[in-house]
């Protein structure tokens, strides 16, 4: 059982509603995104790129929080690929 099935499992019954919130790091900002009242995701640093390094800006953060959970709505995986930061225009 991986990880994206486990997310998909959960998000196809389109009973869930997600909300992304952004959350101050030590060195920038992250984001979450909660359903049911519960942290599914919880992205303190920028996975795709080859260094340990949040969101320079709340922005940035958010505009990545938001792209995951509108993957999550349509049933998708919420992997973020370096292509995606590139088109929401997010500083690397």
Do not use: H, M
């Not at 790129?49 to 949040?54: A, T």
């Amino acid at each position: 059982y991986s990880l994206e099935q486990f997310y998909l499992s959960l998000f196809c019954t389109g009973k869930n509603s997600f909300k992304t919130e952004s959350f101050k790091t030590k060195a920038g900002w992250g984001y979450l995104i909660e359903s049911n009242n519960k942290i599914l995701i919880r992205q303190a640093i920028i996975l795709v790129i080859n260094e340990r390094k949040s969101f320079t800006t709340e922005e940035d953060a958010l505009k990545t929080g938001n792209l995951v959970a509108e993957k999550l709505n349509k049933g998708l995986s919420p992997t973020v690929t370096k292509n995606d930061l590139i088109l929401l225009k997010i500083k690397l």
